[in-house]
């Protein structure tokens, strides 16, 4: 995990709160709807940890199973999708 949030500071992201993209919550919105507001919001600031968490688990799936084709399929599914 901590290698995900040291990937999230080299790609410019910081830790401060006065840097947490609020617009984000607003996308799509046509009135004010807190709770849907602060899930966006969550959705946005850690879509990219989460993705990368679970990539991680998948390649070590994949690593660590007998089968091997599931490891091919793993391999054209991030060279296909760039993941």
Excluded: K
């Excluded at 500071?9 to 807190?34: C, H, M, W």
């Amino acid at each position: 995990m901590s290698l995900t949030l040291v990937c999230c500071n080299f790609q410019g992201n910081s830790n401060s709160l006065s840097t947490v993209d609020i617009a984000a919550g607003y996308i799509g919105l046509e009135s004010y709807r807190p709770t849907l507001i602060g899930l966006l919001m969550c959705l946005n600031t850690y879509a990219g940890p989460i993705y990368w968490l679970f990539a991680l688990q998948s390649l070590l799936a994949a690593l660590y199973s007998n089968d091997t084709t599931q490891y091919v399929a793993w391999q054209i599914a991030h060279i296909l999708f760039h993941i």
